[in-house]
C-alpha cells in the first residue's frame, strides 16, 4: 500500500508507472514529484519510492546517493534527498542522460549551502561521455592544459576532488519493478467509486468520465484534484477549504494525445511533461513552419517552475487555474487553440483566452492546430529567475500574413499577467490588419497596446512601468522573430533586421555549468594516513544523501509530546488592549495557550523580548503560543485566538524613518586617520552619492527546529535544536525559566544550514518553546513553517551607504568620508556588533590615506535583524566598490585601474591602525585578471557590445580583505574534550556546531593528525551544554581555527601521557598503548583548551588589533544583460581565495563557491517585499527567489591560493563568509553592462545601481524608447493592503518603492 513519510526534509517522491498514467505514443516514465503537495489520497495504487527505498547505509546505497556524497554534492545534507531523488529518476527513464538532461532534472530542487556546481558534477558522472571535464564542447580536458600551467610551479595544484575509480557501476536491472498487484489492481474491470472520508473532508475517486461528471454535478464547488499545484499550496497556505475532492485517477478520456492532419489533440489530464514529450515527438515528424505553436509551448514548457511540478501539474488544470498567471494560456490563444467542455449531458467547444467554467464544467481536451506557412506564432516572458518563477510579464503572439506579402491578415496579442485574466491588445490588433509589418507599424502597435492594456497604479503584483514597458520589449523582440522568419522565406523581398539586432531575438539558453576547482596538492612526504590537506568527504554525506542523517524534526514523537504553533503580532507598533484566547481553547485537542504571564523569569531578557508583554513592536513578534496534540490542532487554534490594538505613534520602518525620529540601537561607531577635511580642499574632483543595499533572508533549507523535553527533577530542561550556538540558548532558557543553567541541557546534532541565522534566534525561540514546556509539563516539538521562519527570525541588515570621496584626476583617492546605517529591526540583537564590523571592515583593499567612516544602527518597527554570513562586510563593501566605480567614471578610467592605483601595496596599517603585508591581496588580484584572461576578454566584450544593441556584456573584477574572528580575545576560545576507550576508539567533543560547513569533518582530520590514528578510529557524535559548558558561538569563519586548536591541544596532552608507554613499546599497535596505558593508571580522557586569538579594540581612540589575520581574495565575473527583458546571464566567474594551507579543500571550495552562490543572490534575485505597515510579504519560495542551478555561472573557477599563516592551525584560514562579498562581482558585471547600454544610448555615465540588481532594476535603467514611452505618462505608486501573503501572485511592493527610491534617472 502507498506510504508516505512525514519528514520535512526535502524529500521527493517518484511514483513508478502509477496506473493514472496512460501512455500513448510517449515512452511511460517514472514521474517525480514534490512531496509536499502530493496527497496521500492521490496515491491510491501507485507505488511510491521515497529516498529511503534508493539505498540505505543499512543495505546499500545507491550509486546515485554515493556519488553526491563523495563530489562533494552534499554540505548541511537537508536539501540532498531531494537531489538524490532528482537524479534517480532521470537515471529511471535516462540510464545514459546528457548533461543539460542533469541540469534539466535539477531545476526544481533548491540548495542554500552548495552552489549547486558540485551536485550538477556528481551527476555528470553518469553522462555517457564524461561531460565533468568537456570544456565548451571541445572534447578538449581543460584540467590537462591547467595542470601543465602550473606545473613549473614550485607548488603543484591539484583538480581532483574525488576520485571517480571508486564509484559503483550504475545497474538499472537491479531496480525495483513496478509491483504486479498494483498493475492487476490497475487493469480490474470493476472497479468502482472510492471515498475517503476524513475529519472534515471526503475525498472521492470517480472511475469512469460519467461517475466524474455526476459527482462534479453533485459537487459543483469541490475542486477536481489533478496534479493538486494550485489547490495544494491554495489549502495549505490560503486557508482554503474544501468538505469535497474529487480526483479522478486513470480515466482513458482525460489521459490521451490524439494526432490528425490537422492538427493534436491533448487530453486534459495529460501532465505538463507528458505534454512536452508529445509535443517534442510531434515537432520532430513534422515540417517546422507547420509546428510553430508547438515550439513556442515547448520553449515555456522548459521554464514553467521546475520538472517536479511539470510532472505533476495537468494541461487541463493549468488552463483552467490560470486565469492570468499563466505561461501557456496567452500561447494557447495566440495559436487558437480550441477547447473542449464537457458537463452532465453537455459538451462545448471554445475558443477564448478567458476561460470562465461554470462549476460543474470539466475541461476534457484540447486541440491545438498546426499552421500555415505565412503564420506566425511565438510565446515571450520575463521572470525573475530563468526556471522556477512566475513570469513578471509572459505574452502569446500570432500573425497571418496574406500570402506572399508581409500584409497583416490577422493579428493576436495576448498578456499574462498584466491584468485579472490573460489580457488580449483585441483593438490594437484590429487596427493594424491591413498594414505592412514594417517599423512604422511597431510604433503605433507599441502605442496602441499601451493604451489598451492599461495596468493601474495599484495593480497586483506592482512593478507597473516596468511591466508596461515589458509589454510593449516583449512585443519588438516579436516584432524582430517575425521579420527574421518573412527573411528566410523570402530575402529579397522582405529585408532583414540589422545584425546588431539578431541577438535579441533569442532568450538566454540554460546550458550546463562547468568549471575547474585547483587547490594545493599534498606534500608526497606526509604519510599516507595523515589526512591533513586531502578532500576528504563530510563526515555525514552518505547518511545525508540517504535521508538518514537524523535532523531534530526526525526524532521520534516523544509520549506526551505537544506541538506549537506561534500568534504574530499584525501591528508594527501597537498597545495589546487583550489577548482572548477562549474560542482556541475551546478547540479539540488544544492543550493550552502561553503568554507572557507564564514566563517564570525573565520575559525581556537583554532587550529581547520573549513574549510580547503590554505593546508590539514589530509585526511577527510572538504575542502568545497554542500548544496542541498536532500541529494541524495548535495552528486551527492559534488562528482563533483574537487580540485587539491600540496603534501607537511612531511607526518607523525604513532607515530614513529612522534618522528623521532619530530612532538607534547605538551610539556612533567611528574610525578615522589623515586630515579628511583638508585633503577635501587639494583634490581635483569630489563626488557625493548614495548606496542601497536590501537585506537578505537566510532561507536554510531546515527551518528553525526546537525540540523541549521538561524532566521528572529538579527543573531540568533537555532541548535539542538546530543552533550555532547552545550556549546561550541554555542562558536565555535558564533566564526564562528562572533556573540555574546547570539545569538546562541543549543538545546540537547537526542542522540544515545556518549561515548566521541560528546564532541568537534560536536562544529566543528556546525560551518561547521552554516556557511552553515548562507550564504544560510536557515535550514540545516547535517547528516553524517557512514562512514564519521568514517573518519571525528576520536576516540581513539593510544598509545604507552615504559617501563623500575626494580624488585627483588620475584616479588617485586622496579623501573619503563615508556613513553607514543599518536597519536593526526593534531590538539590539547583535546590530550593534554588525555596525562595528562594518565600520572596522569598510576599507575593504584601499588605502585612503584621509579616511573617515562612521556608522550606527538605526531601531525600526521591523522583526529584529540578526547575524548573516559576512556580517556586514558584503553590504558595506558595494558601497566601496560603487565609490571607486563612480571615481573611475569621473577619471574616464576602467575601475580595475582605479582600484589598483588605491589598492594596498606594501605592509601598511588599516584605518584603525593594524599592520599587515597585502602582499597576498596583490597575488589574488593579479592572478584573477591574469588567469581569467580579463584584458583579452574584455576587449572581447566590447567588441561584442559594439556588435549588439540590445544585449550588452560587462566585467568586472572586486578585490577583497577580509577579517576573521572577533575584537574580543575571550569572544575566541574554545574548549575540546577527547575520550580514548580502551578498544582504540576516540570520541571528540568540542564546541563547534555542525551546520554543513564540515567542521566535525575538519575536527576528525586533525585529531587524526595528532593521534596518529586512521580517520575511522574517531568518532564525533554532537555538540552539547553538558560535555562542553560555555563555547561561544560558531560563527565568523572561526569555526576550525577556535576549535581545531582545542582539539589539537585535547589530542597533544594525551599523546603526551601516551609517550612513556609508546616509548616502551615503539612497535605496537595503538590498541596496545592504550590497554597499556589503562593498566598504568593513565587517564584517557582530556579537556582541550584554545584561549583565543589576542585581539582588542579601542573605540575611543579608534585603534587596535582587532583581527586576528587576513583573507585575501579576488573574482572576477562577466554577464550579458538582456536590455529589453532585464534579464541577465552570468557567463563566467574566476576566484582567487587567499586560503593558506587548505586542512580540506574540498570543504573549503564548497564554502567559497556556496558563499559566493549566496553572495551573488543578495546582489541580484533576492529581494525583500514589505508593506508601508511592515509587513513582510516574501514569505516564501514563490516571493523570495534564491539562485537556482540555472543562475550559476555557466564556467566557473575556483583556485585556493596557498601561503603561509602560522597563527592559524596547520597554517589555514577560515573561509566560510569570505566568498560572500565576490558574488558583488555580478552585480559591478552588470553595471558594466548596463553602462555600456547608456553609453551607446548617449545617457549619463554615472547612474545609481542599487543592491539587488533585479530584472526590474537593470530593465529600467537601460532606458531606450520604450520605457521612454511608458514614461511619458507618470504613473504614481500606490500601495494597497496585502491579503494574504502566501497565495500566488499577491500584491508586492519593494522596500525600495518604499522608500520613493524607485525612480529611474535619464
Ligand atoms: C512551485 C510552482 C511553480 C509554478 N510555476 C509556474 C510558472 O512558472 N508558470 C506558470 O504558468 N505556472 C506555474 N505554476 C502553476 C501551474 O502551472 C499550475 O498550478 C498548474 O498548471 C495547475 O495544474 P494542476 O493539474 O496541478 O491543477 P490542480 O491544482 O489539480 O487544479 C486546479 C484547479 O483547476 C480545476 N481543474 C483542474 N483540472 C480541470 C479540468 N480538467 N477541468 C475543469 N477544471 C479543472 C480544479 O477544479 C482546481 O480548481 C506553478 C505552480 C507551482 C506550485
Ligand atoms: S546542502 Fe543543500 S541546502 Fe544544505
Redesign the pocket.
Known amino acids: 500500500s502507498p506510504f508516505l513519510d512525514t519528514s520535512k526534509k526535502l524529500r521527493f517522491y517518484v511514483s513508478v508507472k502509477p496506473p493514472c498514467i496512460l501512455s500513448t505514443k510517449t515512452k511511460k516514465k517514472n514521474p517525480l514529484f514534490t512531496a509536499c503537495?502530493v496527497p496521500i489520497c492521490s496515491l491510491y495504487g501507485a507505488a511510491v519510492t521515497t529516498v529511503e527505498g534508493v539505498g540505505s547505509i543499512k543495505t546499500r546505497i545507491h550509486p546515485v546517493q554515493e556519488r553526491l556524497a563523495k563530489c562533494h554534492g552534499t554540505q548541511c545534507g537537508f536539501c540532498s534527498p531531494g537531489m538524490v531523488m532528482s537524479i534517480y529518476t532521470l537515471l529511471r527513464n535516462h540510464p545514459e542522460p546528457t548533461p543539460e538532461q542533469i541540469t534539466e532534472a535539477l531545476g526544481g530542487n533548491l540548495c542554500r549551502c552548495t552552489g549547486y556546481r558540485p551536485i550538477v558534477e556528481s551527476g555528470k558522472t553518469f553522462c555517457v561521455e564524461s561531460a565533468v571535464c568537456q570544456m565548451k564542447g571541445s572534447g578538449k580536458c581543460c584540467m590537462d592544459q591547467e595542470e601543465r600551467s602550473f606545473a613549473n610551479k614550485q607548488e603543484k595544484m591539484c583538480t581532483k576532488l574525488y576520485n571517480e575509480d571508486e564509484f559503483q557501476p550504475l545497474d538499472p536491472t537491479q531496480e525495483p519493478i513496478f509491483p504486479p498487484e498494483l498493475i492487476r489492481m490497475a487493469e480490474d474491470p470493476n472497479k468502482r467509486r472510492l471515498m475517503f472520508q476524513g475529519e472534515r473532508t471526503t475525498w472521492i475517486i470517480p472511475v469512469t468520465l460519467n461517475d466524474l461528471l455526476e459527482l462534479k454535478n453533485n459537487f459543483p464547488k469541490a475542486?477536481?484534484?489533478?496534479?493538486?499545484?494550485?489547490?495544494?499550496?491554495s489549502v495549505k497556505f490560503g486557508n482554503e477549504f474544501h468538505p469535497v475532492f474529487i480526483s479522478p485517477l486513470g480515466l482513458p478520456e482525460l489521459y490521451f494525445v490524439d494526432s490528425t492532419d490537422d492538427g493534436v489533440t491533448v487530453g486534459?489530464g495529460y501532465s505538463?511533461a507528458q505534454l512536452n514529450d508529445a509535443l517534442q515527438f510531434i515537432v520532430s515528424e513534422q515540417p517546422k513552419e507547420k509546428t510553430k505553436t508547438y515550439r513556442a509551448l515547448l520553449k515555456h514548457l522548459r521554464t514553467?517552475?521546475g520538472a517536479q511540478?511539470r510532472n505533476?501539474?495537468?494541461l487541463?488544470?493549468?488552463v483552467?487555474?490560470?486565469p492570468n498567471?499563466?505561461?501557456?494560456n496567452p500561447i494557447l490563444a495566440a495559436g487558437n487553440a480550441t477547447i473542449n467542455l464537457i458537463s452532465k449531458g453537455k459538451r462545448s467547444s471554445f475558443r477564448d483566452s478567458i476561460l470562465e467554467?461554470s462549476p460543474a464544467?470539466?475541461?476534457?481536451q484540447i486541440y491545438i492546430g498546426y499552421i500555415y506557412i505565412w503564420h506566425f506564432v511565438s510565446g515571450l516572458r520575463m521572470?525573475q529567475r530563468q526556471e522556477?518563477?512566475?513570469?513578471i510579464v509572459s505574452a502569446g503572439m500570432s500573425v497571418q500574413f496574406e500570402e506572399g506579402t508581409d500584409k497583416i491578415k490577422d493579428l493576436q496579442m495576448f498578456y499574462g499577467n498584466v491584468g485579472p485574466t490573460v489580457v488580449s491588445a483585441s483593438q490594437a490588433c484590429q487596427q493594424l490588419v491591413g498594414r505592412q509589418w514594417d517599423d512604422q507599424m511597431l510604433s503605433d502597435a507599441c502605442r496602441l497596446v499601451l493604451d489598451e492594456i492599461y495596468i493601474p497604479p495599484a495593480a497586483k503584483g506592482g512593478m507597473v512601468e516596468y511591466r508596461r514597458t515589458l509589454i510593449i520589449s516583449l512585443l519588438f523582440k516579436f516584432y524582430l522573430r517575425v521579420r527574421r522568419g518573412l527573411t528566410k522565406m523570402d530575402p529579397q523581398k522582405f529585408p532583414d533586421i540589422p545584425e546588431k539586432f539578431m541577438s535579441a531575438l533569442e532568450d538566454f539558453p540554460i546550458e550546463t555549468p562547468q568549471g575547474i576547482q585547483m587547490f594545493q596538492c599534498v606534500d608526497p612526504s606526509q604519510p599516507p594516513q595523515d589526512p591533513v590537506g586531502h578532500p576528504i568527504m563530510h563526515q555525514s554525506a552518505i547518511k545525508h544523501a540517504t535521508g538518514e542523517a537524523v535532523f531534530v524534526d526526525d526524532m521520534p514523537p516523544i509520549a506526551q509530546e505537544l506541538f506549537l504553533a506561534v500568534v504574530t503580532s499584525t501591528r508594527a507598533h501597537a498597545k495589546i488592549i487583550s489577548i482572548d484566547t477562549s474560542e482556541a481553547l475551546a478547540l479539540p485537542g488544544v492543550a493550552d495557550v502561553i503568554t507572557a504571564e507564564d514566563v517564570p523569569g525573565d520575559n525581556n531578557h537583554h532587550g529581547e523580548v520573549f513574549y510580547a508583554q503590554n505593546e508590539v513592536i514589530c509585526v511577527g513578534q510572538i504575542v502568545c503560543t497554542v500548544a496542541a496534540d498536532t500541529y494541524a490542532h495548535a495552528k486551527e487554534a492559534a488562528k482563533k485566538v483574537k487580540i485587539a490594538y491600540e496603534d501607537l505613534e511612531p511607526r518607523i520602518i525604513t532607515i530614513e524613518q529612522a534618522l528623521e525620529h532619530n530612532s538607534f540601537l547605538s551610539v556612533e561607531k567611528k574610525i578615522e586617520q589623515g586630515n579628511v577635511e583638508q585633503a577635501f580642499k587639494y583634490v581635483d574632483q569630489i563626488i557625493e552619492g548614495e548606496v542601497h543595499v536590501e537585506g537578505q533572508e537566510h532561507f536554510y533549507m531546515e527551518t528553525q527546529t526546537i525540540l523541549a523535553i521538561p524532566q521528572e527533577e529538579d527543573k531540568e530542561m533537555v532541548l535539542h535544536l538546530g543552533t550555532q550556538f547552545p550556549t546561550h540558548v541554555q542562558e536565555f532558557v535558564a533566564a526564562a525559566l528562572n533556573v540555574p543553567r546547570s539545569r538546562i541541557a541543549c543538545h546540537m546534532k547537526r542542522t540544515g544550514g545556518a549561515f548566521g541565522g541560528k546564532v541568537t534566534k534560536p536562544a529566543l525561540l528556546g525560551a518561547v518553546c521552554a516556557v511552553a514546556a515548562n507550564k504544560t509539563g510536557r515535550p514540545i516539538r516547535f517547528v516553524l513553517e517557512r514562512g514564519n521562519d521568514m517573518l519571525i527570525t528576520a536576516g540581513r541588515h539593510p544598509l545604507l551607504g552615504k559617501y563623500k570621496i575626494g580624488f585627483m584626476n588620475n584616479g588617485v583617492i586622496k579623501a573619503a568620508d563615508v556613513e553607514y546605517y543599518i536597519n536593526g529591526g526593534c531590538t539590539p540583537d547583535e546590530s550593534e556588533l554588525v555596525i562595528e564590523f562594518i565600520v572596522l571592515k569598510s576599507e575593504n583593499a584601499y588605502n585612503i590615506p584621509n579616511f573617515r567612516c562612521r556608522g550606527r544602527a538605526c531601531k525600526t518597527n521591523l522583526p529584529s535583524n540578526t547575524a548573516f554570513r559576512g556580517f556586514g562586510f558584503p553590504q558595506a563593501t558595494v558601497v566601496v566598490e560603487a565609490y571607486i566605480t563612480a571615481v573611475a567614471s569621473q577619471c574616464n578610467l576602467p575601475p580595475e585601474q582605479v582600484k589598483e592605483i588605491n589598492m594596498y601595496k606594501r605592509t601598511s596599517k588599516t584605518a584603525y591602525d593594524q599592520t599587515f603585508n597585502p602582499e597576498l591581496l596583490r597575488r589574488c588580484w593579479k592572478e584573477c585578471l591574469e588567469k581569467s584572461s580579463f584584458s583579452a576578454r574584455k576587449q572581447a566584450a566590447e567588441e561584442f557590445n559594439k556588435n549588439n544593441y540590445w544585449k550588452k556584456r560587462g566585467l568586472a573584477v572586486v578585490p577583497m580583505k577580509f577579517t576573521i574572528g572577533i575584537p574580543m580575545t575571550y569572544y575566541n576560545q574554545a574548549a575540546a574534550l577527547v575520550h580514548i576507550y580502551l578498544d582504540g576508539s576516540v570520541l571528540v567533543i568540542h564546541g563547534g556546531c555542525e551546520m554543513g560547513q564540515g567542521l566535525h569533518t575538519k575536527m576528525i582530520q586533525v585529531a587524526s593528525r595528532e593521534l596518529n590514528i586512521p580517520e575511522s578510529y574517531i568518532h564525533l557524535s554532537e555538540t552539547s551544554t553538558v560535555t562542553v559548558p560555555n563555547a561561544l558561538f560558531t560563527a565568523g569563519s572561526m569555526g576550525t581555527d577556535i576549535n581545531g586548536k582545542a582539539v589539537q591541544n585535547a589530542c597533544q596532552i594525551l599523546m603526551a601521557r601516551l609517550q612513556p608507554v609508546i616509548r616502551k613499546n615503539p612497535r605496537g599497535t595503538w590498541e596496545d598503548w592504550v590497554a597499556t596505558a589503562f593498566e598504568e593508571s593513565i587517564s584517557l580522557s582530556t579537556t582541550g583548551y584554545f584561549k583565543g586569538y589576542q585581539t582588542n579594540m579601542d573605540w575611543e581612540k579608534g585603534k587596535g588589533n582587532a583581527y586576528p589575520y587576513f583573507v585575501y581574495g579576488a573574482s572576477c565575473s562577466e554577464v550579458e544583460v538582456d536590455c529589453l527583458t532585464g534579464a541577465h546571464k552570468l557567463l563566467r566567474t574566476d576566484i582567487f581565495m587567499d586560503a593558506a594551507f587548505s586542512i580540506n579543500p574540498a570543504l573549503d571550495i564548497g564554502q567559497v563557491e556556496g558563499a559566493f552562490i549566496q553572495g551573488m543572490g543578495l546582489y541580484t534575485t533576492e529581494e525583500l517585499k514589505y508593506s508601508p505597515e511592515g509587513v513582510l510579504y516574501s514569505r516564501g519560495p514563490n516571493d523570495y527567489k534564491i539562485p537556482t542551478v540555472t543562475e550559476i555561472p555557466k564556467e566557473f573557477h575556483v583556485t585556493l591560493v596557498r601561503s603561509q599563516n602560522p597563527i592559524a592551525i596547520y597554517s589555514s584560514k577560515g573561509l566560510g563568509e569570505a566568498g560572500m562579498f565576490l558574488g558583488s562581482s555580478v552585480l559591478f558585471a552588470i553595471y558594466d553592462a548596463v553602462t555600456a547600454a547608456r553609453r551607446e544610448r548617449g545617457l549619463a555615465k554615472t547612474f545609481s545601481l542599487s543592491s539587488p540588481a533585479t530584472p526590474e532594476l537593470i530593465r529600467m535603467t537601460c532606458v531606450d524608447q520604450f520605457t521612454d514611452l511608458v514614461r511619458k505618462e507618470k504613473v504614481p505608486i500606490i500601495i494597497i493592503p496585502h491579503v494574504d501573503s502566501q497565495i500566488l501572485g499577491m500584491d508586492l511592493i519593494t522596500m525600495k518603492e518604499l522608500q520613493g527610491r524607485f525612480t529611474f534617472s535619464n
Open positions: 503537495l475542486p477536481l484534484v489533478m496534479g493538486n499545484t494550485t489547490v495544494g499550496p486534459a505538463l514553467l517552475a511540478i505533476m501539474a495537468t487541463g488544470g493549468h483552467v487555474s490560470r498567471y499563466s505561461d501557456l467554467l464544467v470539466i475541461l476534457n521572470a522556477n518563477a512566475f513570469a
